[in-house]
């Protein structure tokens, strides 16, 4: 009966937790959020990322899980993401039907449907194929999927910074023709690109039972090999991209 026991046992262990249901009602709840905590990790996911994906490793030691239980990172992000969008639209003249839509587009369709398609991605490759092989003395254990989502939403913030923030500063010189817009645009794109894949790469390497996690690095040199060929064709992403906004 030994070799039963244990193996319920095991199995048991690595069960998740059900931390959806608390996850999304606390996100009504403000005075349950880490509001302070939250600016922090995003301040450190730009200068010192590493020192971030540490602080993970002590929030599995306190509370059994990887990812976080906390939605206020992804509560926040939402918001800046609605201005940012919205300083975009007054900018560029948008009606406000057009704007509302925009701003939906915005937060639901690129930043949690194409997020939770990433994450969804990134949980099934590592579970299935970067998995180290368990030991028998050693519980199974396997990537939450919400943690793969947190990992989105981590690299995905300084992007945000880049692509929202700083182009929108930069936007009347990025979408003015020339070679310097072009260069500044593709640049810019390709440390946002490159960042973002740098970033999930020490979200997947920080857990001990994933091996192979340089996987995560390769589209950075996709985007250093593609970014030059996109400037001799005189491509500008920032046109592009505002093109399929705004007029």
């Known amino acids: 009966m030994l070799p039963t026991t244990s193996k319920g046992r095991a199995h048991s262990a690595s069960r998740p937790a059900p931390i959806f249901a608390p996850y999304l009602r606390r996100i009504i709840k403000w005075q349950q959020m880490d509001i302070e905590y939250t600016f922090w990790q995003m301040l450190y996911l730009c200068t010192s990322p590493k020192v971030v994906y540490q602080h993970t490793k002590y929030h599995k030691q306190t509370k ?3 990812a976080r239980d906390d939605p206020a990172f992804v509560v926040i992000l939402c918001l800046f993401l609605v201005f940012a969008t919205s300083a975009y639209c007054a900018a560029y003249g948008a009606s406000f039907t057009h704007g509302a839509l925009t701003v939906f ?5 690129h930043f949690i449907l194409a997020g939770t398609v990433l994450a969804t991605v990134c949980w099934f490759l590592t579970n299935s194929y970067l998995r180290e092989e368990p030991n ?3 519980v199974e254990q396997r990537v939450e999927w919400l943690y793969a989502f947190d990992v989105h939403c981590n690299s995905f913030f300084p992007a945000f910074i880049m692509l929202y923030v700083i182009q929108y500063f930069l936007s009347p010189i990025l979408v003015a023709h020339g070679f310097i817009p072009v260069l500044l645009s593709n640049l810019l794109f390709m440390a946002a690109i490159s960042y973002y894949n740098y970033l999930n790469f ?3 390497d920080v857990l001990p039972f994933l091996d192979r996690t340089t996987f995560f690095l390769y589209p950075i040199g996709l985007a250093i090999i593609l970014s030059p060929l996109m400037i001799l064709i005189g491509y500008n992403p920032t046109r ?3 093109s399929l906004y705004f007029s």
């Open 240 to 242: 592009h991209v505002m």
């Open 105 to 109: 587009s915005v937060v639901f369709v």
């Open 64 to 66: 059994n899980q990887w």
């Open 136 to 138: 028998s003395h050693v």
């Open 202 to 204: 020490l979200g997947y």
